[in-house]
């Protein structure tokens, strides 16, 4: 290979680089200026990665399960519609196989999809009647519990902050019961977490002042 | 060549002349080829010690970037993430432009270069907290380290792309996912690799590249299985182990050395690794159609890639054999034709299948295993055989080693007597030491009457 292609591969090359990171980026940035926005109760804890630092653990109170009435594979491409909770956040209200016109949803995969099963007694009318049963079997009943995974896991903080972050959470909870609420813009099934908030403040708000203290 | 064996040729050039066994000119021409060998030569200090430089930049980076400066905002940080791949971009623009090509360079640049993708991903995924997805992190990762391992040809991207690959596909599987991606994507280096092993100064360079895409390539083959057909792995690994042996007799390359060629120690070495452990039992246990494997993690499709390997490999060591059995000169034992050992040993994947067979339809492994041990045993035996015809300590080693792996194996299994296994392991490492000591022997009076 002469070095005049040499050249040229590394530029191609150099330029894919930075396509494929300026495309994560720019879908990001379009979300968090035009998505919408929801906010999911959670609990943060601190953790650490040794590629991107230090950040909390988010643990969305939201269920990552629902049960539906079709079969899922395992990996398969789903939707899931977000809508208004009953305590103002929002919650998952079900999952569909296409993006719905209109609605607001986060696009993600099935991590499992199990039958739901109703258990039955076994024996006669008179056996039932008597509440004496031995044995029951297992019918299903057409539903499925479809596992799936939501893309808001971590809040990467700074080192110092991340700690105050996760023990500002616990000492809020212990005192009065304030939940952790995770600001997240959605567009076109992206969610892009904007901030995590602590009693109605900014988690790094909360975090600085304690670490000032 | 090495500085050091230049310089020993130099003295010796000199005194050839000296002593007119060569005449000026021929001297002159001499050292004039040898002054050009020594000054093509790798400069491995300074290759090793850029390296290790780029790899504490590189490393200091990401440290510096995961304390996460939170105060510097989103834009600062979008544009700190591409300064490392902008560094390499203006590095490798200036080497281009100055004609820098030495490995000196270039290596340690493959290297930053590598880690800077890496530091600017892990910058994006900070900035916009990304969700933990180590998967499609490393899987990204490494892609990006195609056009690194092309523009540099340097050692670190590509080992980085055999491991990240490995990784990723450990990863996926693990997730229940298909790992038959792994395959193609390997194939896009495999290039790299053949240019390296063509330039004639890249030796070192592409005997390493070799074993590292030896090495994740054996561990990635049983990764990458749907072992949907339980005990399939066997004649999978005997097939592509005997495959590489066969490939290392057809190039013929057996002055280079062990290390200097990977396929056929790795072929040799894992075969009998291989055929080591099918002389247990426990092999050979719940194996063959009636254990036909359907959990949820069972992808039906991806196992033809099983069986299309367990046809494959298998195939492709009986061409290799044929091949390479057409080029070895025969010779006879009074009047008895013998086979050289590697003919033996490249038949693994055709006796493994038998054994297989033996277990999955007659349902004892007791039998198979057997079958193994006795074929291992004779194998040893063979190969023992092949090193005393020829006197070859390395080859009469190497059979005495199977022949006790075989008789450690079995009998640490067995229920004899301490008594029993304390006499026959004795006289084992007695029959090892003297075959030794009589093919040392007889290399010396060989010696001595040469």
């Known amino acids: 290979m002469n070095r005049r292609w040499l050249l040229i591969i590394a530029l191609i090359g150099l330029m894919a680089q930075c396509g494929v990171m300026g495309f994560m980026i720019i879908r990001r940035e379009i979300a968090l200026r035009n998505g919408a926005v929801c906010r999911f109760l959670t ?30 594979l395992r990996g398969q491409r789903i939707y899931a519609v977000i809508g208004e909770g009953t305590n103002g956040y929002n919650a998952i209200e079900r999952l569909t ?42 019918v299903p009943t057409g539903r499925y519990h479809v596992h799936f995974a939501l893309p808001f896991d971590r809040f990467y903080m700074e080192e110092k902050l991340a700690p105050e972050a996760e023990k500002a959470y616990f000492d809020v909870n212990r005192r009065d019961k304030q939940e952790g609420v995770a600001v997240v813009r959605v567009w076109r099934g ?11 403040r900014p988690i790094r708000d909360v975090a600085r002042e304690r670490l000032k203290r | 060549m090495t500085s050091g064996k230049v310089k020993w040729l130099m003295r010796e050039v000199g005194a050839w002349e000296r002593e007119g066994v060569v005449d000026a000119a021929t001297a002159t021409r001499l050292r004039a080829r040898y002054a050009l060998a020594a000054a093509n030569e790798t400069p491995w200090g300074r290759i090793i010690f850029g390296s290790l430089g780029a790899l504490l ?23 700190i993430a591409f300064m490392p791949l902008c560094a390499c971009a203006v590095l490798y623009v200036a080497g281009y432009r100055r004609r820098w090509s030495s490995r000196a360079f270039l290596e340690p640049l493959g290297l930053f270069w590598g880690l800077a993708v890496g530091t600017g991903i892990a910058l994006i995924g900070q900035t916009y907290h990304l969700p933990q997805d180590a998967e499609a992190f490393t899987l990204v990762w490494t892609l990006l380290l ?3 391992c092309y523009a540099t040809r340097a050692l670190a991207p590509v080992a980085g792309y055999f491991i990240g690959l490995l990784i990723w596909v450990s990863m996926s599987q693990l997730a229940g996912g298909v790992g038959l991606w792994y395959w193609p994507l390997v194939a896009i280096v495999v290039p790299v690799i053949y240019c390296a092993y063509r330039e004639p100064d890249a030796e070192v360079r592409s005997t390493w590249m070799l074993w590292i895409a030896a090495l994740s390539c054996t561990a990635a083959l049983g990764i990458t299985l749907e ?12 097939g592509a182990f005997a495959a590489l042996l066969l490939g290392g007799e057809v190039r013929g390359s057996d ?103 033996l277990a999955a339809y007659g349902g004892s492994d007791r039998w198979s295993a057997l079958f193994m041990t006795f074929y291992l045993a004779g194998l040893g035996l063979a190969t023992l055989g092949e090193g005393l015809a020829e006197r070859r300590p390395g080859t009469i080693n190497a059979g005495v080693l199977v022949l006790l792996a075989v008789i450690i194996g079995r009998f640490f299994s067995s229920d004899a007597s301490f008594t029993a296994k304390g006499v026959v392991f004795i006289i084992c490492g007695g029959v090892f030491l003297a075959a030794n000591l009589v093919v040392s022997r007889r290399m010396k009076q060989k010696e001595g009457a040469a």
């Not at chain 1, 601190?46 to 049960?67: H, I, M, N």
């Not at chain 1, 009318?125 to 079997?137: L, S």
Request: hydrophobic share 45%.
């Open chain 2, 227 to 238: 072992k949907s057909l339980p005990g399939l792995w066997m004649i999978v690994y005997t």
């Open chain 1, 190 to 200: 992206l969610g892009v977490i904007e901030d995590i908030e602590l009693g109605g």
């Open chain 1, 97 to 138: 196989l296409r993006p719905e016109a209109g609605a607001v949803y986060i696009q993600t995969r099935v991590l499992s999809c199990r039958e739901e099963y109703r258990q039955l007694p076994v024996g006669t009318n008179d056996v039932a009647r008597a509440g004496r049963f031995q044995n029951t079997r297992h």
């Open chain 2, 146 to 148: 195609v056009p690194v």
């Open chain 2, 57 to 79: 930049v590189g490393l200091g980076v990401i440290a510096l970037l995961a304390a996460n400066w939170g105060d510097l905002g989103r834009p600062v940080r979008t544009i």
């Open chain 1, 43 to 72: 609990a943060p804890v601190d953790p650490y990665d040794a590629f991107r630092g230090r950040y909390v653990a988010l643990s969305l109170a939201e269920a990552r399960s629902r049960l539906c009435d079709r079969e899922y």
């Open chain 2, 255 to 357: 002055e280079r050395g062990w290390w200097r060629n990977p396929l056929r120690t790795l072929g040799g070495g894992g075969l009998a690794v291989v055929l080591y452990l099918l002389i247990f039992r426990w092999p050979w246990q719940e194996i063959g159609w009636n254990h036909w494997r359907t959990d949820i993690f069972c992808h039906r499709w991806a196992s033809f890639f099983d069986f299309g390997l367990s046809i494959a490999l298998p195939v492709t060591a009986a061409f290799l054999l044929v091949l390479a059995f057409r080029r070895v000169p025969r010779r006879d034992w009074y009047g008895v034709p013998l086979l050289p050992a590697w003919v033996l040993w490249g038949a693994a994947p055709f006796v493994t299948a038998t054994a297989y067979a």
